[in-house]
């Protein structure tokens, strides 16, 4: 998934403000941090971050509204590119795969989102809440393939709780302390799995 920061290429110094900035929004708080202290997190000053963002607002929007349209592009992708070439239950299982890696490696953002999410504009707001629907959309379509005795309404709840549970990763302890990133990623797939399939029993 093209996440905030690639996980192979060198991120920009805008990508190092914002993934700082996460971590010190979701670790104490948005009106908890200052710009001084995101700056000296990347290694510059507080004021040199006015060239990259006009403030921390604008930290907070991108944060979460980029979060939102990846997440949304990651799953489309997904789905192109098995078109065609693979089952509803193969295309389910690469979406899931997909959430889990956001739910593991961007853990900050989901504590960001809801701790923070009110804090918007009321347009990035409603942007946010626009790219979750159609998110949330495109995997109902899909889930009801594999599971064809759900409505639509069922499989809208189910699509939220298996969401729910996914991001629970904040709450799940330290990275260190967790079973392997392997392991962790395994234990979310086979527990995705069985909610939609209990939802469709």
């Known amino acids: 998934m093209n996440r905030m920061a690639s996980r192979t290429d060198a991120p920009t110094r805008r990508q190092q403000i ?14 908890g941090v200052g710009v001084d202290e995101i700056g000296a997190a990347v290694g510059i000053s507080g004021p040199g971050l006015y060239r990259h963002f006009p403030g921390k ?11 939102s349209g990846q997440l949304l592009t990651g799953a489309r992708r997904r789905l192109s590119e098995a078109d065609g070439h693979a089952d509803a239950s193969a295309v389910l299982d690469s ?5 889990i890696d956001f739910a593991l490696d961007d853990r900050p953002l989901i504590t960001l989102h809801d701790r ?3 804090r918007l504009r009321e347009s990035d707001r409603k942007l946010v809440r626009q790219l979750q629907r159609q998110y949330v959309e495109l995997w109902v379509e899909v ?3 594999v599971h064809p005795l759900l409505t ?11 969401f729910g549970l996914l991001n629970s990763t904040p709450h799940l302890g ?11 990623a395994a234990l979310l797939h086979r527990m995705a799995r069985g909610a939609f399939a209990s939802a469709g029993a």
Not at 18 to 31: K, N, P, Q, S, T
Not at 57 to 65: G, I, K, P, Q
Not at 174 to 184: K, S
Request: proline share 3%; glycine share 10%.
């Open 18 to 31: 914002l993934r700082e900035a996460a971590r010190l929004f979701a670790e104490r708080g948005f009106h």
């Open 57 to 67: 607002d604008a930290m907070l929007a991108e944060l979460l509204v980029g979060i």
């Open 95 to 99: 979406l899931i795969e997909g959430h």
């Open 116 to 118: 923070e999410l009110d």
């Open 143 to 145: 889930v009801r393939e």
């Open 152 to 162: 639509e309404p069922t499989a809208r709840s189910a699509v939220h709780s298996v």
């Open 174 to 184: 330290r990275a260190g302390t967790l079973p392997g990133r392997g392991t962790t």
